[in-house]
């Protein structure tokens, strides 16, 4: 399972994950696909210190990643980065398994090339 963080999107994590971090529970950031979005699909992405049950778990540089494993093959290959701008800031996902995305970025359409994900509901 393969996901990248860019170097500003580990430094944003890291951020987040300091602040909701207790002494008892080390934070990572839980990444899914989930039904909705403008094109289908939309990307899923929260704080958590527990991993569901079947979640892969991998480590990207100082970041703890939780992935949904039914989520896992719409997700192989994604990179994600954090953008800053005048109009609009936030995590962006470059989906290399994406057939179409909105212009929000926030969702995306996988045709029938790319691999059989369960979207996590």
Same mark, same amino acid.
């Given at each position: 399972?393969?996901?990248?963080?860019?170097?500003?999107?580990?430094?944003?994590?890291?951020?987040?994950?300091?602040?909701?971090?207790?002494?008892?529970?080390?934070?990572?950031?839980?990444?899914? !696909?989930?039904?909705?979005?403008?094109? #289908?699909?939309?990307?899923?992405?929260?704080?958590? *210190?527990? =991993?569901?049950?079947? $979640?892969?778990?991998?480590?990207?540089?100082?970041?703890?990643?939780?992935?949904?494993?039914?989520?896992?093959?719409?997700?192989?290959? !994604?990179?994600?980065?954090?953008?800053? #701008?005048?109009?609009?800031?936030?995590?962006?996902? *470059?989906? =290399?398994?994406?057939? $179409?995305?909105?212009?929000?970025?926030?969702?995306?359409?996988?045709?029938?090339?790319?691999?059989?994900?369960?979207?996590?509901?």
């Amino acid at each position: 399972m393969t996901i990248t963080l860019t170097e500003k999107a580990e430094f944003r994590l890291r951020a987040f994950l300091k602040t909701s971090a207790t002494q008892e529970n080390q934070s990572g950031v839980r990444i899914s !696909v989930k039904n909705g979005g403008c094109s #289908g699909y939309e990307y899923g992405i929260e704080i958590t *210190s527990q =991993p569901q049950s079947d $979640d892969i778990v991998t480590k990207q540089g100082n970041v703890l990643l939780y992935i949904d494993a039914k989520s896992a093959p719409l997700l192989e290959g !994604v990179e994600i980065d954090f953008i800053e #701008g005048v109009m609009d800031s936030g995590f962006k996902f *470059s989906n =290399p398994n994406a057939t $179409d995305t909105c212009g929000c970025g926030k969702s995306f359409k996988s045709g029938d090339c790319s691999p059989n994900g369960v979207p996590y509901s």
